[in-house]
T-cell receptor, first 113, second 115 residues
Framework: AQSVTQLDSQVPVFEEAPVELRCNYS??????LFWYVQYPNQGLQLLLK??????LVKGINGFEAEFNKSQTSFHLRKPSVHISDTAEYFC???????????FGAGTRLFVKA | EAGVAQSPRYKIIEKRQSVAFWCNPI?????LYWYQQILGQGPKLLIQ????????DSQLPKDRFSAERLKGVDSTLKIQPAKLEDSAVYLC?????????????FGSGTRLTVV
């Protein structure tokens, strides 16, 4: 069965510090992987996605993620965070050829001044 | 391009009452999804439509939840009767094709509180 695990429920970090939000997935077939961001009282917005090819993908707002097939991971990184990055981040997986995207439980990023 | 529209934004009802949520997807998007997001959890798919047909409703509590997309455009999700555990944000999303690997576009959601 397909599943997505976000290893940290909350990540506090100071402004301008680097951050990594961890995501592991489980699937018996190849997957597409996504990161979404949800600001307070808003819907989810796509940050970036991995479909194939280069394992390092870049998204909006300076975020990037690296696909690691051997470790079944897709960690999200940003070298220097801003207060405005405070939000909830969701990792998601879609089986190639499948129809259902599975979401992780989310990681709340809290950027402190 | 207009986004996914949802209404109402907030709703407070008493348990055992009924409630309905409305969603209008992005123009031309054939696939529409309803997700339930309970506080502290990731979104859980309730139902997926392809045009006006149901692709997946395996996690929809059919004894109390219903959804329709009669003309293959906008959709309504209904709960009757509501329970306390139905308190959640109900998110509507759309995509141009099922299993859309470009990702989904989400609406802002309807926050339901059942008291």
């Amino acid at each position: 069965a397909q599943s997505v695990t976000q290893l940290d429920s909350q990540v506090p970090v100071f402004e301008e510090a680097p951050v990594e939000l961890r995501c592991n997935y489980s699937s018996s077939v190849s997957v597409y992987l996504f990161w979404y961001v949800q600001y307070p009282n808003q819907g989810l917005q796509l940050l970036l996605k991995y479909l194939s090819g280069s394992t390092l993908v870049k998204g909006i707002n300076g975020f990037e993620a690296e696909f690691n097939k051997s470790q079944t991971s897709f960690h999200l990184r940003k070298p220097s965070v801003h207060i405005s990055d405070t939000a909830e981040y969701f990792c998601a997986a879609l089986n190639t050829g499948g129809f259902k995207t599975i979401f992780g439980a989310g990681t709340r990023l809290f950027v402190k001044a | 391009e207009a986004g996914v529209a949802q209404s109402p934004r907030y709703k407070i009802i008493e348990k055992r009452q009924s409630v309905a949520f409305w969603c209008n997807p992005i123009s031309g998007h054939a696939t529409l999804y309803w997700y339930q997001q309970i506080l502290g959890q990731g979104p859980k798919l309730l139902i997926q439509f392809q045009n006006n047909g149901v692709v997946d409703d395996s996690q929809l509590p059919k004894d109390r939840f219903s959804a329709e997309r009669l003309k293959g455009v906008d959709s309504t999700l209904k709960i009757q009767p509501a329970k306390l555990e139905d308190s959640a944000v109900y998110l509507c999303a759309s995509s141009s094709t099922p299993g859309d690997y470009v990702g989904y576009t989400f609406g802002s959601g309807t926050r339901l509180t059942v008291v």
